[in-house]
């Protein structure tokens, strides 16, 4: 509960939308793939990272692994990995294009991933090649109900 008071008031100070669930933050301007991916779009850009949900299952992450930049990737496609404590999980992305930037602080500290998700946790920037892709993606309350659907099982 003090978690969730904290990413709240977090959230509240950095001026995020956002919506509670029982275990994790969904915020509300993203589009979230059913590979645990969400990606932010602004223009033609797309920056791209995993999902609170997601890190909260891996548990502590030790390490990611990251594309170049320049290098393309397709909707689905696997870009990378996220190693943790209990398992190592590729990373896919929710849209095509070309990577421009890669978070490089994740080569140092590999627990934003885990502290913020959203934020500074950030994997990479994708020019996009085609943003109908973004239809095929769920939003946050279509995610949410899909992370407890997947859950319960």
């Known amino acids: ?42 223009g033609n850009s797309a920056t791209i990272g995993i999902t609170d949900h997601a890190q909260d299952h891996l548990g502590d992450v030790v390490y990611v692994e990251l594309p170049e930049a320049g290098t393309a990737v397709t909707q689905g496609g696997n870009f990378g990995a996220v190693e943790s404590v209990k398992a190592t999980s590729d990373i ?9 930037e890669v978070n490089e602080e994740l080569n140092s500290s590999p627990g934003l991933v885990n ?39």
């Open 92 to 100: 896919n992305s929710p849209v095509s294009g070309k990577v421009v």
């Open 115 to 153: 502290a913020s998700p959203y934020e500074n946790g950030w994997i990479i920037k994708v020019e996009m090649g085609d943003a109908n892709e973004l239809n095929k993606l769920m939003d946050a309350d279509q995610y949410a109900k899909f992370c407890e659907e997947e859950d319960s099982h």
């Open 1 to 42: 509960m003090a978690s969730r008071l904290w990413a709240s008031r977090a959230a509240s100070y950095l001026r995020i939308s956002v919506f509670h669930r029982g275990f994790a933050i969904v915020a509300r301007d993203l589009k979230y793939a059913d590979t645990h991916e969400w990606v932010k779009v602004e």
